[in-house]
């Protein structure tokens, strides 16, 4: 099973709120749905987790990688957008465990497809996550190979615009689906 994580989707978590005042949550939920629906016809099941149980963020995430290993996920992406106190703050990172090898290639993978549809934007690069680190416990919990996706910045009003834009979106479930289907081999 794909599963496609929704981040900031514990009871009260919305995450970043966009210069438009759309949550990191509300945004990333719609773009997993698009995402899900470009990778019907590969041959793996793919879930749309867009509800974690538990009261806090490891609870949380010790609750989706128990899901996860029940449901026999052969990967895990969990979307995000970065945001920042700087409104000019902008570009596109994929980060991944410091000891996964497969999380890293499922990284590398994604960023290349983002690359390739996002030639113009500033690239932040591939960052390896060590203990303490952003989203550390998604990362140290998948049963399998996992990546953290920050495709722009909702705080920049020009990176907010050019993704929220269906086209926007459609590019990036896009090369979502394109990284994944590259990291499979298919």
Same mark, same amino acid.
């Not at 465990?97 to 497969?102: A, I, Y």
């Given at each position: 099973?794909?599963?496609?994580?929704?981040?900031?989707?514990?009871?009260?978590?919305?995450?970043?709120?966009?210069?438009?005042?759309?949550?990191?949550?509300?945004?990333?939920?719609?773009?997993?749905?698009?995402?899900?629906?470009?990778?019907?016809?590969?041959?793996?099941? @793919?879930? @749309?987790?867009?509800?974690?149980?538990?009261?806090?963020?490891?609870?949380? $995430?010790?609750?989706?990688?128990?899901?996860?290993?029940?449901?026999?996920?052969?990967?895990?992406?969990?979307?995000?957008?970065?945001?920042?106190?700087?409104?000019?703050? $902008?570009?596109?990172?994929?980060?991944?465990?410091?000891?996964?090898?497969?999380?890293?290639?499922?990284?590398?993978?994604?960023?290349?497809?983002?690359?390739?549809?996002?030639?113009?934007?500033?690239?932040?690069?591939?960052?390896?996550?060590?203990?303490?680190?952003?989203? !550390?416990?998604?990362?140290?919990?998948?049963?399998?190979?996992?990546?953290?996706?920050?495709? !722009? !910045?909702?705080?920049?009003?020009?990176?907010?615009?050019?993704?929220?834009?269906?086209?926007?979106?459609?590019?990036?479930?896009?090369?979502?689906?394109?990284?994944?289907? $590259?990291?499979?081999?298919?």
């Amino acid at each position: 099973m794909i599963a496609i994580c929704i981040g900031h989707s514990r009871s009260g978590d919305k995450g970043a709120v966009s210069v438009t005042g759309m949550t990191e949550h509300a945004f990333n939920a719609r773009l997993g749905n698009d995402v899900a629906a470009r990778l019907t016809d590969i041959g793996h099941p @793919v879930e @749309v987790i867009t509800k974690y149980e538990g009261s806090n963020y490891t609870t949380a $995430q010790k609750w989706l990688g128990e899901y996860l290993k029940r449901k026999n996920a052969t990967l895990a992406i969990e979307l995000h957008f970065n945001s920042a106190d700087s409104p000019k703050a $902008q570009g596109y990172e994929y980060l991944h465990h410091e000891d996964s090898h497969r999380g890293r290639d499922l990284a590398t993978a994604l960023h290349s497809a983002h690359r390739v549809r996002f030639a113009g934007n500033v690239n932040r690069g591939i960052k390896p996550i060590a203990p303490g680190g952003r989203g !550390f416990e998604f990362l140290r919990r998948t049963p399998c190979p996992a990546a953290m996706n920050e495709p !722009f !910045f909702g705080s920049n009003e020009v990176e907010w615009i050019l993704y929220n834009k269906e086209t926007g979106r459609n590019r990036l479930a896009e090369a979502y689906a394109a990284g994944i289907k $590259q990291f499979l081999g298919i």
